[in-house]
């Protein structure tokens, strides 16, 4: 069920009827287009005297008159300017050679070599190095097991069954120093370099 308003405009003589949907209208003027018009002027007036007290309370007391002059800006000289060909040399020493580039360094000469005994100590410190001593850790990407993080293949071919996680510390220090006098450090590329052992 609509809403039936009637109104008349000045300029017309016939009456209207709109059918409105609920909610019904607040209001209605005679003329909306002289609302509006007159809605603009008030705000347009606002907005006016807000840029004004804007203006002034920002600190500008009064607005730009033409009668004020400007002051002058003082002027600066500049000397001449002497290049450094025009400048006579008083140096009566030689000139410094050019610095020379030091010579790379290889891996090998950055880190000492181990001189010390191979013994468990050397291979507790790499388990350490590794994995923490953790005879259960597996690495992130699952390839590596145990306290030295053999990868599954190369603990069979040393003749080892299952996963290195199923036996306990002293057996994977066995399997460690199989390895290594197998293989070699290189099994174990860079804790053994950050050890020195290779």
């Known amino acids: 069920m609509g809403w039936v308003l009637r109104y008349r405009f ?9 059918t409105w949907h609920f909610p019904p209208p607040l209001f ?18 606002a907005m006016i005297v807000l840029g004004i007290s804007g203006y002034i309370s920002l600190g500008c ?3 730009p008159s033409a009668s004020t002059t400007p002051t002058p800006r003082p002027r600066i000289h500049l000397a001449a300017v002497v290049t450094a060909e ?17 010579p790379r360094a290889s891996r090998s000469a950055v880190r000492p070599r181990y001189v010390g005994p191979i013994d468990d100590d050397t291979f507790i410190r790499l388990s350490w190095c590794e994995a923490g001593g953790n005879p259960t850790r597996v690495s992130r ?10 990868s599954l293949a190369t603990w069979h071919s040393m003749g080892m069954a299952g996963s290195p996680i199923d036996y306990d510390y002293a057996t ?9 006098a197998r293989s070699g450090w290189g099994q174990w590329p860079v804790c053994s370099r950050k050890m020195g052992l290779r």
């Open 86 to 102: 025009t400048l006579p040399t008083t140096s009566t020493t030689a000139p410094p050679p050019p610095p020379t580039v030091p």
């Open 172 to 180: 994977q220090l066995d399997v460690a120093k199989r390895l290594q």
């Open 28 to 45: 209605l003027l005679p003329n909306e287009g002289l609302f509006f018009m007159l809605l603009r002027r008030v705000f347009a007036g």
């Open 10 to 18: 000045p300029e017309q003589v016939s009456v209207r009827t709109r």
């Open 141 to 150: 990407n699952g390839k590596y097991f145990g306290a030295w993080q053999f």
């Open 61 to 63: 007391r009064a607005l």
